[in-house]
């Protein structure tokens, strides 16, 4: 069960978002707040799960409550305002839902939150099948399965991630994240701007990797330690 927190200075907003509560079965409304004081002295003294934030409020915003607590849960802010959108994934927020909200677009809000909240909650993960990453990609958190992950390619500002998926998913995260964050008995940089599965190669041919009809190339960096990997797997 999902322990979730209001905050909105608009009370009808409050009854909507309790009335969508009561409709989902693994939300439980811990509590509503029309004071952001109030709601501080809640979040920094008893769990919660998942923060239900309206930004423009009289005494402090949002964003402002979010700097000033110890420990951040998953955030969706609630708003009128889509100007505030980029500062709410600055502070890793899960969604950002627009009043007025609809139960359909809320319900996907909470989904993803739970998805995430549930993440952040596994302290060990058993097999590597199951294993997930969440990236921000296009203003949401995307869940992405890592053994689902044919590579990865690094741009000026971005990364290009590759999967099953018709499109890659673009995320801020850097080329060096990924290399940390992945298995690397799974996963190898064959390039300063690549990294590539290798239970996902095709065929290797004249210093490049085929992954179904994408040519990848093996730089002179990190052609050894690809080779010795690829020799060993023989």
């Known amino acids: 069960m999902i322990n979730c927190l209001l905050v909105d200075d608009d009370i009808s907003a409050l009854d909507l978002l309790e009335n969508y509560i009561q409709k989902v079965s693994f939300l439980t409304l ?17 769990p919660v799960d998942l923060l239900f934030l309206d930004i423009r409020m009289p005494e402090i915003t949002g964003i402002q409550l979010l700097k000033s607590i110890k420990t951040q849960p998953a955030v969706i802010f609630t708003t009128a305002y889509k100007e505030y959108a980029i500062d709410g994934f600055d502070l890793n927020i899960c969604d950002y839902l627009l009043k007025p909200i609809l139960f359909e677009r809320f319900l996907k809000a909470v989904s993803n939150a739970n998805e995430y909240i549930a ?5 060990n993960h058993p097999t590597f099948d199951n294993d997930l990453l969440f990236v921000k990609s296009d203003y949401k958190i995307i869940k992405i399965v890592i053994s689902e992950i044919l590579f990865i390619e690094g741009l000026k500002d971005y990364v ?13 995260k850097s080329m060096t994240y990924f290399e940390n964050k992945l298995p690397g008995d799974h ?10 599965a290798i239970n996902k190669i095709d065929s290797i041919s ?13 730089s002179n960096s990190f052609k050894e330690q690809f080779y010795k990997v690829i020799t060993k797997n023989l």
Not at 119 to 123: I, M, N, P, V, Y
Not at 187 to 196: E, K
């Open 30 to 46: 811990l509590a509503k707040c029309s004071q952001p004081a109030e709601a501080i002295r809640i979040l920094n003294n008893q």
């Open 119 to 123: 993440f952040k909650q596994q302290k």
């Open 160 to 172: 290009k991630i590759y999967t099953k998926e018709k499109n890659p998913f673009i995320t801020l």
């Open 187 to 196: 996963f190898i940089r064959v390039h300063r701007s690549f990294i590539i």
């Open 206 to 218: 004249k210093n490049r990797i085929i992954i179904g009809d994408k040519y990848i190339p093996i």
